[in-house]
């Protein structure tokens, strides 16, 4: 996804619960329905910042990550947090987007990686990982918005494994242009993963194998609209599984130029079949990018761009 960029010109910066492990764990009806209560509960649905916000932040002038931007993703395991960031130093479309790692005990105070960037041979942003039998995997855009995967056993040596391959559902190549912000789930040895194409649907592809993803239909399973909030954009950022049911984080916009954004939440039983919930959306503010995070006894918030800022359950 490709959040409003004139911010960053002007200012030259800017889960069953949960690690993001498969065995630990980690089509939309657009027309807005009465969900019961217990669909959407007020722990993983109602947020409040904590007051000592941002907890990261850019670093200073000059810096391979004076800007940080979109998706980051934040995984909790048994020694603590660990984050992946984009960084970059005075943003142009011609300037290598890199990859940055940080690390906290408590996941508010991070510490950057002294040999930040981690990754800088090809454009890496808006990842996620994904962690399956001691391998971490992450998903995320190349230049161009081509959804790619990387692979690492020690969260900070990357292997580019290339560009994903997505198959329409007769197996021939989806059509050319952007499919970025890979989003996946992992369950029963199926990887589903949830891509948008230029932030206007949310489509679903699935594999075996990695290799081939074959669309489980070639027409969106979260549609843009009918609503004003979402009218113009949408990109998931994390699926998670609570008490049975399947939930989409996922940022949206109502203004065509993409310069305000929301989070939001989908619900699903089968990770095939989505309804909105009426109550989107959850957080605004421009907060984007944002995922639900466990830490042991319940979900922090995390939104990413253009700085990390935490949120606890309300209630």
């Given at each position: 996804?490709?959040?409003?960029?004139?911010?960053?010109?002007?200012?030259?910066?800017?889960?069953?619960?949960?690690s993001?492990?498969?065995?630990?764990?980690?089509s939309?009806?657009?027309?807005?329905?009465?969900?019961?209560?217990?669909?959407?509960?007020?722990?993983?649905?109602?947020?409040?910042?904590?007051?000592?916000?941002?907890?990261?932040?850019?670093?200073?002038?000059?810096?391979?990550?004076?800007?940080?931007?979109?998706?980051?993703?934040?995984?909790?395991?048994?020694?603590?947090?660990?984050?992946w960031?984009?960084?970059f130093?005075?943003?142009?479309?011609?300037?290598?987007?890199?990859?940055?790692?940080?690390?906290?005990?408590?996941?508010?105070?991070?510490?950057?990686y002294?040999?930040?960037?981690?990754?800088?041979e090809?454009?890496?942003?808006?990842?996620?990982?994904?962690?399956?039998?001691?391998?971490?995997y992450?998903?995320?855009?190349?230049?161009?918005?081509?959804?790619?995967?990387?692979?690492?056993?020690?969260?900070?040596?990357?292997?580019?494994?290339?560009?994903?391959?997505?198959?329409?559902?007769?197996?021939?190549?989806?059509?050319?242009?952007?499919?970025?912000t890979?989003?996946v789930?992992?369950?029963?040895?199926?990887?589903?993963?949830?891509?948008?194409?230029?932030?206007?649907?949310?489509?679903?592809?699935?594999?075996?194998?990695?290799k081939?993803?074959t669309?489980i239909?070639?027409d969106?399973?979260?549609?843009?609209?009918?609503?004003?909030?979402?009218?113009?954009?949408?990109?998931?950022n994390?699926?998670?599984?609570?008490?049975?049911?399947?939930?989409?984080?996922?940022?949206?916009?109502?203004?065509?130029d993409?310069?305000?954004?929301?989070?939001?939440?989908?619900?699903?039983?089968?990770?095939?079949?989505?309804?909105?919930?009426?109550?989107?959306?959850?957080?605004?503010?421009?907060?984007?990018?944002?995922?639900?995070?466990?830490?042991?006894?319940?979900?922090?918030f995390?939104?990413?761009h253009?700085?990390?800022?935490?949120?606890?359950?309300?209630?």
């Amino acid at each position: 996804m490709k959040n409003n960029l004139l911010p960053l010109f002007l200012i030259s910066i800017p889960l069953l619960f949960f690690s993001c492990s498969g065995k630990d764990n980690q089509s939309n009806t657009n027309t807005p329905t009465e969900e019961k209560p217990q669909l959407f509960p007020d722990e993983i649905t109602k947020f409040t910042p904590l007051q000592e916000n941002p907890i990261f932040t850019a670093a200073k002038e000059g810096a391979w990550d004076s800007g940080i931007r979109e998706r980051g993703f934040i995984m909790k395991e048994e020694d603590g947090y660990h984050m992946w960031y984009t960084g970059f130093d005075k943003y142009d479309e011609n300037r290598m987007l890199k990859l940055g790692y940080a690390f906290s005990e408590d996941g508010i105070e991070w510490t950057r990686y002294k040999d930040n960037p981690i990754f800088s041979e090809s454009w890496v942003e808006d990842m996620m990982v994904w962690k399956e039998d001691g391998v971490y995997y992450m998903f995320a855009e190349g230049r161009g918005d081509i959804a790619k995967m990387l692979t690492s056993t020690d969260r900070i040596h990357w292997e580019n494994q290339g560009n994903i391959d997505i198959r329409k559902v007769d197996g021939s190549p989806i059509s050319e242009g952007p499919y970025g912000t890979p989003t996946v789930w992992v369950e029963d040895e199926v990887w589903y993963l949830f891509y948008e194409r230029g932030d206007l649907g949310i489509w679903l592809a699935t594999s075996n194998d990695r290799k081939v993803w074959t669309n489980i239909q070639d027409d969106p399973i979260i549609k843009i609209g009918p609503e004003s909030y979402d009218k113009y954009g949408v990109a998931v950022n994390k699926i998670i599984k609570y008490q049975g049911n399947y939930y989409a984080y996922y940022h949206a916009t109502s203004l065509e130029d993409w310069s305000d954004w929301t989070m939001n939440m989908a619900v699903s039983p089968d990770l095939k079949t989505w309804t909105k919930y009426s109550g989107n959306p959850i957080m605004g503010e421009n907060k984007s990018s944002g995922f639900p995070v466990h830490d042991g006894e319940k979900f922090r918030f995390y939104t990413m761009h253009p700085e990390v800022v935490i949120h606890y359950p309300s209630k």
